[in-house]
């Protein structure tokens, strides 16, 4: 069946160092692959997307990954700060109606 | 970006009532909205897919009767829990798409059913 996977549950790191996110994917080719960012109680904001043919996308201080081999994307966030606390969600498109499938989340927490 | 607001942010009610949700998208028109249902720590589950003009298209294991679904023009969709009980109480997203691929998602409503 087909299944996400978001390694950690949740991520602490220090002020300033680089938060690394896993997502991995199994029984899916998708075209692309997005990256959104969920506060308690607020629903999910766009973050970043890459399709099948990029290998890595930036924006500021993120980084997303894509390896259609390993079927696993990496986001980074470079520089974090404690305002970049917050639940990560990656997703995929289902591909049939357009919807998306999301992971379960990473909860990331960055001390000063 | 595009915006997709959601009203309420949150209710109470009492087992046995219907409780409606609205979204909105407010600068854009959207012919599809989805419909999520997340549980705490919880990843957002696809309830049913909205089109508008048209009956939606629900997920399996989604009541039809229970959770309706309107979507009666292209910047409203409505969800309406009929009869909730306890074990309806959870967030309920809805999104929105401006182009083929980006979702945006209203704000969420938190349903508690008591």
């Known amino acids: 069946s087909q299944k996400i996977e978001q390694n950690s549950e949740a991520l602490n790191i220090q002020e300033g160092k680089t938060a690394t996110l896993t997502c991995n994917y199994t029984?899916?080719?998708?075209?692309?692959l997005q990256w959104y960012r969920q506060d308690p109680g607020r629903g999910p904001v766009f973050l970043l997307l890459?399709?099948?043919?990029?290998k890595e996308k930036r924006k500021e201080r993120l980084k997303v990954t894509f390896d259609t081999t390993l079927k696993q994307s990496l986001f980074h966030i470079t520089a974090s700060q404690p305002a970049d606390s917050a639940t990560y969600l990656c997703?995929?498109?289902?591909?049939?109606?357009?919807?998306?499938?999301f992971g379960k989340g990473t909860k990331l927490s960055v001390k000063p | 970006g595009a915006v997709v607001s959601q009203h309420p942010s949150w209710v109470i009610c009492k087992s046995g009532t219907s409780v409606k949700i609205e979204c909105r998208s407010l600068?854009?028109?959207?012919?599809?909205m989805f419909w999520y249902r997340q549980f705490p720590k919880q990843s957002l589950m696809l309830m049913a897919t909205?089109?508008?003009?048209?009956?939606?298209?629900?997920e399996q294991g989604v009541e039809k009767d229970k959770f309706l679904i309107n979507h009666a023009s292209l910047t409203l969709s409505t969800l309406t829990v009929t009869s909730a009980h306890p074990e309806d109480s959870s967030f309920y997203i809805c999104?929105?798409?401006?182009?083929?691929?980006?979702?945006?998602f209203g704000s969420g409503t938190q349903l508690s059913v008591l």
């Open positions: 029984n899916y080719s998708p075209a692309y």
């Open positions: 909205s089109n508008e003009g048209s009956k939606a298209t629900y």
């Open positions: 999104s929105a798409r401006e182009s083929n691929e980006k979702l945006f």
């Open positions: 600068d854009f028109q959207a012919t599809t």
């Open positions: 997703a995929l498109d289902e591909g049939s109606q357009g919807n998306l499938i």
């Open positions: 890459i399709r099948e043919n990029e």
